[in-house]
């Protein structure tokens, strides 16, 4: 079983919708969770980064952690085609450690 | 320009030919890190360093080998490549911004080998 399971769709939304990414874990010792986004043929780059349980908002884009049932989510509101991209959640036991990453789900956000 | 920056981008060779993939950080960062990235594995981490002559294994270093003489520099070296190292790799080096350590990635690197 992988430590890290992210359902890799792929998942296609009309613009304007509400886009909910999700990953399951099965290490109690991660602390640090984020969300990468990836465009084709670049590399991933911070999206969210988010400690412990709780909430975490940045605009558009909301990230959730329940570490007790070790679920993490990443909501787009008002999703836009610029959101056309694949979304990576990333987990660590310290701060700056080795990340360990879900298999990436694949979005696109069509007009 | 903050950065890194890896070489080359692409890069087709045969089994057993050794090769070596640069990769460079203009940040002044501490730790740097290579993953390898296959599709319904995600990234997976290969080597990391936390500073100047300091290494350590990743989840999977098999088949790879790392120096960091310099802190701008973090070469990935495959001694002696086979077909299941095709992949895209990805150096990164980490930022600490207050509480918040970024990983930055570079632009990744295609290798096929045949």
Redesign the interface.
């Known amino acids: 079983q992988k430590e890290v399971e992210q359902d890799p769709g792929p998942l296609s939304v009309p613009e304007g919708a509400i886009v909910s990414l999700n990953c399951t874990y099965s290490n109690s010792a991660f602390q640090y969770f984020m969300w990468y986004r990836q465009y084709s043929r670049k590399g991933p780059e911070l999206l969210m980064y988010t400690y412990s349980s709780g909430n975490k908002e940045d605009g558009r884009f909301t990230a959730q952690v329940d570490k007790s049932s070790k679920y993490i989510s990443l909501f787009i509101r008002d999703s836009q085609p610029s959101d056309s991209a694949t979304y990576l959640c990333a987990m660590s036991k310290n701060s700056y450690g080795k990340l360990t990453f879900g298999q990436g789900t694949i979005l696109t956000v069509h007009p | 320009e903050a950065q890194?920056t890896q070489n080359p981008r692409y890069l087709i060779t045969v089994t057993g030919k050794k090769l070596t993939v640069t990769c460079s950080q203009n940040m002044n960062h501490e730790?740097m890190?290579w993953y390898r990235q296959d599709p319904?594995?995600?990234?997976?981490?290969i080597y990391?360093s936390m500073n100047v002559e300091v290494t350590d294994k990743?989840?999977v270093p098999e088949g790879y080998k790392v120096s960091r003489k310099e802190k701008r520099n973090f070469p990935l070296i495959l001694e002696s490549p086979s077909p299941n190292q095709t992949s895209l790799y990805?150096c990164?080096s980490?930022r600490?911004a207050g509480?918040?350590?970024?990983?930055f990635?570079?632009?990744?690197t295609r290798l096929t080998v045949l």
């Open positions: 890194v730790y890190s319904g594995l995600g990234l997976r981490q990391y990743g989840d990805f990164a980490t600490q509480a918040v350590y970024e990983q990635f570079g632009p990744g």
